[in-house]
């Protein structure tokens, strides 16, 4: 089996002011531990740094080098991957958003799960319902 994780559960897992935190600081662990292959894409890794390290964003936002430790610290493990656009790319998204309307907030969403079709990745971890709007993924709130 094969999985991704979006932004918003690892910023939980950053963020001690969050309701989730005590729960969500575990899954990063479990995810680097973990025998399941785990994809994770390069927009949700720059995007866990931009959130992160913002101080509009936390109160104590965490330094620069923290922040990319915590990434390194997944990225570095056998089971994940970290694949980017392929030639495939553009068509995927094309087909993904003429399904639905998309704009807005959803376009990152849309390109992550363009990433996933394009990767043959069927489930993401997240917090955000908006990817129950999207055809052929499944995505899994690990804390519901």
């Known amino acids: 089996m094969s999985l991704t994780v979006d932004t918003n ?7 001690t002011g969050s309701a989730l935190h005590g729960r969500a600081r575990e899954l990063p662990a479990d995810l680097a531990k973990g025998t399941d292959l785990v994809y ?3 927009p949700v890794t720059t ?9 509009a964003v936390f109160v104590n936002p965490l330094a620069p080098a ?3 430790e915590n990434i390194g610290s997944l990225i570095d493990r056998p089971h994940v991957r970290m694949p980017g656009e ?3 790319f553009w068509g ?3 087909d993904v958003t003429d399904r639905i309307p998309v704009r ?3 376009v990152s969403d849309a390109h992550l799960v363009t990433l996933m079709r394009e990767h043959g990745v069927r489930t993401i971890w997240t917090r955000d319902r908006d990817f ?6 499944e995505a899994v709130d690990p804390f519901e």
Do not use: K, Q
């Open 92 to 94: 995927v998204y094309r």
């Open 47 to 55: 995007e866990y740094l931009r959130i992160t390290t913002h101080p």
């Open 86 to 88: 392929g030639r495939r």
């Open 9 to 15: 559960l690892l910023v939980c897992a950053s963020d």
């Open 40 to 42: 994770l894409f390069w």
């Open 132 to 137: 129950r709007t999207f055809d052929g993924i």
């Open 104 to 106: 807005g907030n959803l």
């Open 66 to 68: 923290a922040a990319r």
